[in-house]
């Protein structure tokens, strides 16, 4: 089970730190990433991170500006996203990958949170 929490309404250029709790099994044994759907558009990678917390990749959009990470003492997987932009506003999902290596391709994941809804005003 994973469940997300930290979204909510922020002006461009601030920040927010999103965080996925997930159950020990889940965390011990799989990569993570996150995911964002915009009103409208289909869903997108937006970062992702290896079991080992040793890997990290970023969509090109959000590279710089948002940083995942792993806690494992907390079970728990982090987007911190500063200098947000309107184009950030979506619904964000964290999903737990299959095996210890994360990937772009949402059919690598096979768990996914309800999403946490971030909006960006100007």
């Known amino acids: 089970q994973l469940v997300e929490s930290g979204g909510g309404l922020v002006q461009a250029g601030g920040s927010l730190r999103l965080a996925c709790r997930a159950s020990?099994?889940?965390?011990?044994?799989?990569?993570m990433g996150w995911f964002r759907r915009a009103p409208g558009k289909e869903r997108e990678f937006v970062a992702g991170?290896?079991?080992?917390?040793?890997?990290?990749s970023y969509a090109n959009s959000v590279k710089g500006r948002f940083t995942i990470s792993r806690d494992r003492v907390k079970n728990t997987m982090y987007l911190q996203m500063n200098n947000l932009e309107i184009e950030d506003t979506a619904d964000y999902y964290c999903?737990?990958?299959?095996?210890?290596?994360?990937?772009?391709?949402?059919?690598?994941?096979?768990?996914w949170g309800q999403g946490t809804q971030v909006t960006v005003s100007s």
């Open positions: 020990g099994r889940t965390f011990s044994n799989n990569a």
């Open positions: 999903a737990a990958a299959r095996g210890s290596l994360d990937s772009n391709d949402p059919s690598f994941y096979r768990s």
């Open positions: 991170i290896s079991l080992n917390g040793g890997r990290q």
